[in-house]
Nanobody, 120 residues
Framework: QVQLVESGGELVQAGDSLRLSCTAS?????MGWFRQAPGQEREFVSA????????YYGEFMKDQFTISGDNAQKTIFLQMTNLKPDDTAVYYC????????????????WGQGTQVTVSS
């Protein structure tokens, strides 16, 4: 089991940018970001595979979000730009030892989440 710790969430205004971080306690095959708004399912944002550097994005996510990572630090980042009130959610970091994917059930390990609130 890998522990994941997110940081960087805060209250921002529409149009602002924000960068989230997630650090793992051990090695993973992949790490990624999901978000969950109140009353909604957990939604895939982006993921990164360490061995290849390949990145993946959920539908329409690539317009606003960019994932990157520092393998030596076991840390991924999510750069978010032009934030909108609809981006308000708890952002969760996921890790998986062998896979990962666009469904939350594909991921073994989760962080506690970091709240992002975008005011209009």
């Amino acid at each position: 089991q890998v522990q994941l710790v997110e940081s960087g969430g805060e209250l921002v205004q529409a149009g602002d940018s924000l960068r989230l971080s997630c650090t793992a306690s051990g090695r993973t095959f992949s790490m990624g970001w999901f978000r969950q708004a109140p009353g909604q399912e957990r939604e895939f944002v982006s993921a990164l595979i360490w061995s290849t550097g390949n990145t993946y994005y959920g539908e329409f996510m690539k317009d606003q979000f960019t994932i990157s990572g520092d393998n030596a630090q076991k840390t991924i980042f999510l750069q978010m730009t032009n934030l909108k009130p609809d981006d308000t959610a708890v952002y969760y970091c996921g890790g998986d030892p062998s896979g990962g994917g666009s469904r939350a059930v594909d991921w073994d390990d989760w962080g506690q989440g970091t709240q992002v609130t975008v005011s209009s």
